[in-house]
Each structure stands twice: as C-alpha cells, then as structure tokens.
C-alpha cells in the first residue's frame, strides 16, 4: 500500500495540471458525487494537499474533494484525451483546457464544504503529516511520550495514522533499525536519548524517501550500492524485506515478525531493547 511519501508525490503530479487551473468538465462517477458536477465545473483549483494517506483537492467556491489512496485507488496526470493504460474503473476525471486529472478504482471519495473538513471522521483523528514542513523532532518526540500513546508498542505505533498520518510499513522498519529500536518496545520505557534519535530519524527517512522516490537509504550509501550493480529494490532499504540476509551494521541475520498484522523486519541484534 502506498504510503506518505507516495501519495505526496503523487499530489505533486496532479497538482502540476489542475492547480491554478479552471475545471472545464468533471466526470464524477460514483452515485455520491454526482450531485457535485455542476458545482465543481468552472472553479480554479487553488491547491492539492495531503493527509497522510489522502489526498485533499481544493477548488476555489470552498468545496474539497477527499479521497484516501487505499490499496488499489491511483490518480493519473495525463494531457486531455489520453488515457492511461489500465484495467482500473475510473472514478473521478477533472479536465482542464489542456489536461485531465484521472482518479481510479479509489472507493473512499467525498466532496464537502471546508467548513466540514476539521469534523471529518478521518482527518479529524489524523495526526500531524508526517512530511509536513513544519513538524519538527521535538513535536515528534513530544508525541511519542504522550498519553495515549506512550505506552503502546513501537510496532503498533508507527502505523496508527492518529500517531502521524503517513507513516507506513516499509517506513517503519527502516525507521526503528536506524534509530536501533525494536518494534516491542515502548516509548514510556525508552531512554530520553533514544527518543530524541527516533524522532530524528522518523522524519529524516521519510523526507529522505520522498525526495528520492523511494529510496531510505543515505544518498552516498545509495549510490556506492548502485555501483556494485544492485538492483534499485536491493539498495534502497536497509532492512525491509531482507530477512535471512546479514545486517549491514552489524551482520547479524535480519530477521521477519509480523505487528499490527503487517510483518516488520529487525535485526536481532542492533534492535535488542
């Protein structure tokens, strides 16, 4: 499932067509939604956000138009009369003079008025984005020792969405490996020290992902990986996905255990606590 750094990308592309842009014809195709054509033609999109998982798209009459990126649901930036190559149901399609911005087979889509956006079921238990630029260390440090969520497992955590919106599994086990974590431990009952490390590195790796379409690692051991001929999927994660393979801090084979019903990857040895 794609997680923060994807969709934010994602909101990028389709932000290059539609914002500052009037919509000159909406295709609107889930029965809920149809009410909002007339509405929606002739307004200017004034900006696409994101939420963690979703993604907002804002027009200028105040309505905003939800929709979360579950497992199957993708947005396409393509210029007017193109068509994606896809066996995906379209869902939604908003044209511009030039281009069209094509959401597909998303089943979790709203259209609303901003005055309703704090109290949506979602949104309003969201917790701050986490490629947000203003979240810092602190606020994120300061969150992981607070009620409600100090004494909950690390695992569990860092995919509750309310903990911060984005954060996802391939994100989480890299994130716990570099701040030497393991996925049972509890904030309550980690070091100040090693808070503060885990809240760096939270936002470090997933801006770090973003900025390099996937990639979690540091740029320099990115590229000396890419030298030795691995593969894009073989350099990009430190841990992820490579269990019964050494680690590369310390050799020890990385093991695979699932938490909150996803698997997350660990070594042993350098996430003993």
């Given at each position: 499932m794609p997680e923060g750094p994807e969709i934010r990308r994602a909101a990028d592309e389709i932000a290059k067509v539609l914002v500052g842009r009037k919509v000159m014809e909406a295709e609107l195709l889930m029965p809920s939604l149809r009410m909002f054509e007339g509405k929606v033609v002739g307004q200017t999109v004034t900006a696409i956000d994101t939420r963690g998982k979703a993604m907002l798209t804002r027009f200028g009459n105040g309505l905003v138009m939800y929709s979360h990126n579950q497992l199957y649901g993708r947005w396409f930036a393509v210029s007017r009369g193109e068509h994606p190559r896809t066996n995906r149901q379209l869902r939604v399609a908003l044209h511009t003079r030039t281009h069209s911005a094509l959401?597909?087979?998303?089943?979790?889509?709203?259209?609303?008025?901003?005055?309703?956006?704090?109290?949506?079921?979602?949104?309003?238990?969201?917790?701050?984005?986490?490629?947000?630029?203003?979240?810092?260390?602190?606020?994120?440090?300061?969150?992981?020792?607070?009620?409600?969520?100090?004494?909950?497992?690390?695992?569990?955590?860092?995919?509750?969405?309310?903990?911060?919106?984005?954060?996802?599994?391939?994100?989480?086990?890299?994130?716990?490996?570099?701040?030497?974590?393991?996925?049972?431990?509890?904030?309550?009952?980690?070091?100040?020290?090693?808070?503060?490390?885990?809240?760096?590195?939270?936002?470090?790796?997933?801006?770090?992902?973003?900025?390099?379409?996937?990639?979690?690692?540091?740029?320099?051991?990115?590229?000396?990986?890419?030298?030795?001929?691995?593969?894009?999927?073989?350099?990009?994660?430190?841990?992820?996905g490579r269990d019964g393979q050494p680690c590369y801090r310390c050799d020890t084979t990385i093991d695979r255990f699932n938490s909150g019903s996803r698997s997350v990857f660990i070594c042993p040895a350098c996430q003993s606590r």
């Open positions: 959401l597909y087979s998303a089943s979790d889509i709203e259209i609303f008025d901003e005055s309703e956006e704090s109290e949506h079921p979602f949104l309003k238990r969201a917790g701050p984005d986490i490629l947000d630029a203003s979240l810092t260390a602190d606020t994120v440090a300061e969150r992981l020792t607070a009620n409600g969520f100090r004494n909950r497992a690390l695992g569990n955590l860092y995919l509750d969405q309310g903990f911060l919106a984005g954060n996802g599994n391939y994100l989480r086990s890299e994130i716990l490996w570099a701040a030497r974590l393991n996925p049972l431990s509890r904030p309550g009952n980690v070091p100040k020290d090693a808070l503060k490390r885990l809240a760096r590195e939270t936002l470090a790796i997933a801006r770090r992902s973003y900025r390099t379409r996937g990639v979690t690692v540091p740029e320099k051991i990115a590229r000396e990986r890419r030298a030795t001929g691995m593969s894009f999927e073989q350099y990009r994660f430190q841990v992820y």
